[in-house]
Nanobody
């Protein structure tokens, strides 16, 4: 059963914007921790933005000031607004979730092992 479905990826020029969406099942959307990860070509997957059930948000330094993570509880959808995109943002983007608070550890949240539910990914390509 597919529980997370990403959409919104595409190809843009540097400086452009995209908004990614991740629709979740009701059960998964009640997760304590939800995040966006990305995996550039030939590199490891790592977290870029985290949103915690209590409203706290953490960003990876490389995207601070350019990316915004948010959630719409009525639509059960997680978003990632990406502005001023750079070629180094090119990657497959995944949303992830975990029901327990330990996944939101400020030290561990960027690691794929912290999350147990994943979407299939959506490709973002930024050209210079």
């Amino acid at each position: 059963q597919v529980q997370l479905v990403e959409s919104g990826g595409g190809s843009v020029q540097a400086g452009g914007s995209l908004r990614l969406s991740c629709t979740a099942s009701e059960y998964v959307f009640r997760s304590f921790c939800m995040a966006w990860f990305r995996q550039p070509p030939e590199k490891e997957r790592a977290g870029v933005a985290l949103i915690i059930r209590d409203g706290r948000i953490i960003y990876r330094d490389a995207v601070k000031g350019r990316f915004t993570i948010s959630r719409d509880d009525d639509r059960k959808t997680l978003y990632l607004e990406m502005n001023n995109l750079k070629p180094e943002d090119t990657a497959m983007y995944y949303c992830a979730a975990h029901p327990q608070p330990f996944a939101c550890s400020p030290i561990k949240w960027t690691e794929i092992s912290s999350f147990n539910t994943w979407g299939q990914g959506t490709q973002v390509t930024v050209s210079s």
